[in-house]
């Protein structure tokens, strides 16, 4: 069973960097796609980025664009999402997680429709 953890959440001021790690495990292939996404209290989850695994394409949503990085690790099975510049708005509990799909459909449109998915870790962006 594929199984993700998402880790690495905090507290940091604004302008300031994170990085986020997302463990997985159960994979039969190290060509695999991870997802981040991210729900703000009281919004719907949004889709933040995205890395195909097929070809190590990586997507971003527009508000994160310029700031954010998504990476994976294939010896590690670890994928990693670095959060610069951080603003109060990407405040939420971010989630990582994995399409099994050969396509890159979901990973291209930044889709919840996604497979597995781990615990998510919280990060705050606040003075």
């Known amino acids: 069973e594929v199984q993700l953890q998402a880790s690495g959440g905090g507290v940091v001021q604004p302008g300031g960097s994170l990085r986020l790690s997302c463990a997985a495990s159960?994979?039969?292939?190290?060509?695999?796609?991870i997802g981040w996404f991210r729900q703000a209290p009281g919004k719907q989850r949004e889709g933040v980025s995205c890395i195909a695994g097929l070809d190590g394409s990586t997507y971003y949503a527009d508000s994160v664009k310029g700031r954010f990085a998504i990476s994976r690790d294939d010896d590690k099975n670890t994928a990693y999402l670095l959060m610069n510049s951080l603003k109060p708005e990407d405040t939420g509990v971010y989630f990582c997680?994995?399409?099994?799909?050969?396509?890159?459909?979901?990973?291209?449109?930044?889709?919840?429709?996604?497979?597995?998915w781990g615990q998510g870790t919280l990060v705050t962006v606040s003075s």
């Open positions: 997680a994995t399409d099994m799909s050969d396509s890159d459909f979901f990973c291209k449109s930044l889709s919840a429709n996604f497979d597995s």
């Open positions: 159960g994979f039969t292939s190290d060509e695999y796609t």
